[in-house]
């Protein structure tokens, strides 16, 4: 998850007193981390160890990010950032951190380089050799497009995203904004979409969505 740093002495206070359990979920990496689950100290005493992951989410505390690590339970960490976004908790009430429409073009300019979530209704799909661009945005009012590398297209092909399918639906993107050639998010997985299905929560943007089809968890949070 994307954490925001004030949360640190809310986390510390869970933690505070009590035995964490870790899952270590990969090897360590370049920067000597370990990717992990960690789970609360239980309480009362004989209770069930909770997700710390599933805390700050709930919390407004954090945002999903979309991780092979996280796969296995990424439609409850979404339940949960959620849950959270509609009852404007923690960063949920601070503009900069909101879902944002693929035409606020305005928006973008404040968050170059960072990771965002981005709405918006697919209007086109076009390929090149080397990617397909995904228009959610009409392209006229310079808004978001969304690239996915050729390289990477049976990736959600054996997710199965078709994603040419999905013209008309709204999708909500998550990604690393790059501003160079107008925004963009490159996408490289079915994980980093949410397809919007039904209605419609506070201020406009659409609440729930449906996940693609995957085989049973092998891990929990």
């Known amino acids: 998850v994307f954490v925001r740093l004030d949360s640190t002495n809310s986390l510390a206070a869970q933690f505070a007193g009590g035995r964490i359990t ?3 979920l990969g090897p360590m990496d370049r920067w000597g981390r370990i990717p992990a689950f960690a789970f609360l100290p239980a ?3 004989g209770a069930a160890q909770a997700s710390a ?3 700050l989410l709930a919390h407004g505390f954090a945002r999903f990010m ?3 690590e996280a796969h296995s339970c990424r439609s409850v960490f979404l ?3 959620a849950r959270a976004r509609i009852a404007k908790l923690g960063l949920w009430s601070d503009p900069y951190y909101a879902v944002l429409a693929a035409t606020d073009r305005a928006a973008f300019g404040e968050r170059a380089a960072t990771n965002v979530i981005v709405e918006g209704r697919l209007i086109d799909v076009t390929s090149n050799p ?3 661009s995904l228009d959610v945005a009409p392209r006229r009012e310079g808004g978001l497009k969304v690239t996915v590398l050729q390289r990477n297209v049976a990736i ?3 997710s199965g995203l078709n994603i040419r399918a999905l013209i008309g639906s709204t999708l909500r993107v998550r990604g690393l904004l790059d501003l160079h050639f107008g925004p963009h998010i490159e996408i490289s997985s079915a994980d980093d979409v949410e397809v919007i299905t039904d209605r419609r929560g ?3 943007m659409a609440e729930q969505s449906k996940t693609v089809a995957a085989p049973p968890p092998t891990q929990h949070p």
């Open 43 to 45: 309480r009362p005493l």
């Open 79 to 81: 339940e949960a950032e």
């Open 156 to 158: 959600f092909d054996r």
């Open 66 to 68: 979309p991780a092979p």
């Open 130 to 132: 080397y990617r397909l």
């Open 53 to 55: 992951a599933i805390f």
């Open 202 to 204: 506070q201020g406009g």
């Open 22 to 24: 870790y899952l270590p």
